[in-house]
């Protein structure tokens, strides 16, 4: 069509362009126009309009734009995975408990009724306030904020939301509150809190009292008394699984999903392909949309580091074994595993006991990307788990195959 | 119908004339008032009923005459009119023996109508700054400047000059009272209705726009004639000569202090003038003022499209939204439910995918795998060998280093600085210090040549087929030029480093706006 040469240039940039911003806003649903990732939101700024048809006709995830930030608002393709907990926006990141999840519900319900700007002592004051809410009593939820414990739970909650962008600190910090010295002031963007919820009904709204139901109704369309719409609705999550699962098996998807899916599969991977660049990996089992960019994630396998190759020589351990193996098996396995590659391990790693640590980790690793399943008994290795096939790689000598050019320097 | 007896008794308190305000009907009556008071501005002073009639808008206009003649008798009843027998010759038997009457204002209703103008002038206004009393405020300063310059200049026409200066200035100055309150009123709109606030916003911006641009440009040129003015005491006769004027019409027992009085008077109305346009002693102009008002209303307005906004957006109360899901973070079975509940509430989750290499990749595209083998039987993705066994990759090569652009960054301020200066510079080279020639200008060096063709290039933009004279604002409104044609057919040259410029020859003067009289 664009026989000019100029023009096929400002086409490629364009697709370019949109792909990466396409792929940051799936990386990072809420974007602040200041930060890290201003240039990403800058991007998706520019490329809004068509993002967000994009968006709204294959996945009906509404995408938001101003001034302040950019928010594209996910639903989960299924509703039944654990694996993407709330972290801490510390370096050790570990998921919330129940009383932080409480807690940051809480400090948003009295952000969302306060002023402009809020201190860390007055929202605290709000915070123990609410929480005398006869329900939460009634769930055994009781906050003080007069132990530190439970102070600390609240500066996490806090880091979160200045890592989200929905505070702004302007004096003070979380420590000096923490150990009773002090106070913290910061701005409120309420912009940002505002598009914070992604549920299309607003939770008061719903009145499930089952978990399951709740969790139904917050993303409930309205009613599906067509075809069009029911097949409009199948294609929505089949690519909202498809653009935000390493993995989609075909045994999770009813009969009619399946069926729509074998019809329609080489549509609905196009056009995620020439949005995000991932490639579908289509095997007997199901399909994985795979990364050669290896970017469009926040859980790597292979990775590099002591958990990484943990991680990578239990995958090999359960790839070859048939049956599933419990938790203990693999503990052993670590053991032997540290006598031969301990050398190049952490050196807390190579303590005894860490072995159960290590596994957990690893499992929980392998579990978030679909490679295996925890069951009662212990770990079930998945299909996609033999994608790896790790030990038949090290019949290739140095400088002198290919290699696998991922993330990695050249052969010395 | 026939006339009723009229009370003409005034209600307590002698404000009768103000009764119709608090009736019913009170539209109705106040349409009649404004019947006669439009009547009375093209000078008729009676009215007959059917006259009132015909003059009532449709929608206020009562079904008959005969109610219209009550309400006219209710308003003679007030004592807002005054009725007189008509006496004007009939057509018809049954209007003889009907009593008509003719109407006119009286001085008490007169009074009322037009204390309700103010009135409603006050609470109606939104306050507009003319720039037309801007610039009759130059034309008059500029006669006074020229009437500074006679020997014996005319006591008259200097009192007229003044006098009018004084009255458009008065005009202006309420104007811009009116403004300032109409825009903390518009500033207070939170409460106001959605609809209403953003029809007004875009008109209120669009004036704000122009009334800062008339205040800049306009607003600086009468500050250095005020300067020009005041300066070398030019001003003070002229203030005099207006004060005698006036005293001249005093009567014998107040002609001694009388002058004196006078002069103070309007010595008052020139500082106040003066103050209004220029910032002295640590005391900001009040144009400077409404200015900064100005400029400071246009975020603030847009904090009130934004609260809006937040109000538009919030459907459901989302605080109570926080708060039903912290109760269902706390009722959740364990760990595993509420992760899930935080992913399906708040969608913060990142997309997460497996990876695969360039080589699988080709080899793929080589040789496809059937869609139905399993994962199993198709070529797996290979692992570098080094990973597996030491847990890291080769050693990588050192990392690029992040370009700073500090430096960079730091020539361009200095480059912008110099650049200022130097304009600054030379805008101070080019301004004329009075009428001067082009010739006159002699040699030029680029910046100021740069400039003087920028200024002649706005003013030329205004020349029209036979105009001999034109005055142009540069487009940032920092300097001024005046140009007026020769007849003489002379030639002017000005001399640059790059060569001459030549042209025929005009009259110029070069106003640099921005330093002196301009409060900056």
Known sequence: ?412 | MTATTISREPLPYGFSPFAHLTVQNTDLYRQVMGAFVVAKERFAVHLRPEDVYTALPAEVRPPDLDALVKALESLVGWGNLRADPDTARVTAVEDFYRKRFIYQLTRAGEAAEEALGVYDDALGRRGALQAVALHDIITQLRALLVLAAEEQPDRAKIHLALDVLASRFAALADNARAFMGSLQQTIDLHDVGEEVFLAYKDRLIQYLERFIQDLITLGGRIARLILELEDAGRIEPLLRAAAAREAADASPEEADHAEGEAYQRWYGRWTGLAAWFISREGRESQARLLRGRALGAIPQLLAVVRSLNERRAGRSDRSADFRTLARWFAEAPDDDARHRLWRTAFGLYPARHLTVDAGTLAARAALPVPTATPWADAEPLRISPQLRRTGSYERRGRPRRVESREESRRRLAEVAAKQAAETAAARARLVTDGITRLSGLGELDPASFGLFLQLLGDALATWRPGMRHTVATSNDGSMGIRLSALADGGTAEIRTAGGAFRGPDHLIEIIDLTDGGEDR
């Open chain 1, 1 to 412: 069509m664009n026989s000019n040469p100029l023009a096929e240039v400002l086409d490629g940039q364009h697709a370019a362009d949109l792909r990466k911003a396409a792929r940051a806003l799936l990386k990072q649903p809420l974007l602040l126009a200041r930060g890290r990732y201003a240039d990403e939101f800058r991007l998706v700024r520019r490329h809004a309009s068509e993002l967000r048809e994009w968006f709204d006709r294959n996945t009906g995830w509404s995408l938001q734009t101003d001034a302040e930030a950019a928010r594209l608002r996910k639903i989960p393709g299924v509703l039944s995975d654990p694996t993407h907990p709330a972290r801490d926006a510390t370096r050790a990141a570990a998921p919330f408990t129940r009383r932080r999840y409480v807690l940051l519900c809480l400090a948003l319900a009295a952000l969302e009724r306060g002023e402009a700007q809020i201190a860390l002592g007055r929202l605290a004051d709000q915070v123990v306030l609410d929480a005398a809410d006869p329900h939460l009593a009634r769930a055994g939820i009781q906050f003080t904020l007069d132990r530190r414990d439970e102070r600390l739970d609240l500066a996490a909650v806090v880091r979160l939301l200045l890592s989200l962008g929905v505070l702004r600190r302007v004096a003070g910090d979380e420590e000096a509150y923490v150990s009773g010295a002090g106070d913290a002031l910061y701005d409120v963007e309420r912009r940002v809190l505002a598009g914070l919820l992604a549920a299309r009904r607003g939770p008061s709204t719903v009145h499930a009292e089952a978990f399951a139901d709740r969790l139904a109704e917050l993303v409930a369309e309205t009613a599906l008394d067509s075809d069009e719409l029911r097949f409009r609705a199948m294609r929505r999550s089949l690519t909202r699984r498809l653009l935000d699962d390493p993995v989609l098996y075909y045994d999770e998807l009813t009969d009619a999903e399946l069926g729509y899916l074998t019809r329609q599969r080489g549509f609905l991977t196009a056009r995620i392909t020439e949005l995000t660049g991932l490639v579908p990996e289509v095997r007997a089992e199901g399909i994985a949309m795979v990364d050669p960019d290896d970017d469009l994630t926040d859980v790597r396998m292979p990775e590099q580091g002591t958990h990484g190759h943990v991680t990578l020589l239990l995958a090999e351990y359960l790839a070859a074994s048939d049956a599933p193996l419990t938790t203990h098996q693999l503990g052993l396995r670590v053991r032997d595993l540290a006598a031969e590659h301990g050398g190049f391990w952490a050196k807390s790693a190579r303590e005894p006991g860490m072995e159960a640590e290590l596994v957990e980790q690893a499992v929980a690793r392998l579990a978030a990307l679909g490679l295996v399943s925890r069951t009662a008994h212990g770990v079930a290795p998945r299909p996609a788990l033999a994608r790896y096939a790790v030990g038949e790689a090290v019949v290739l000598e140095p400088g002198t195959s290919r290699m696998p050019a991922q993330r990695k320097a050249s052969k010395p």
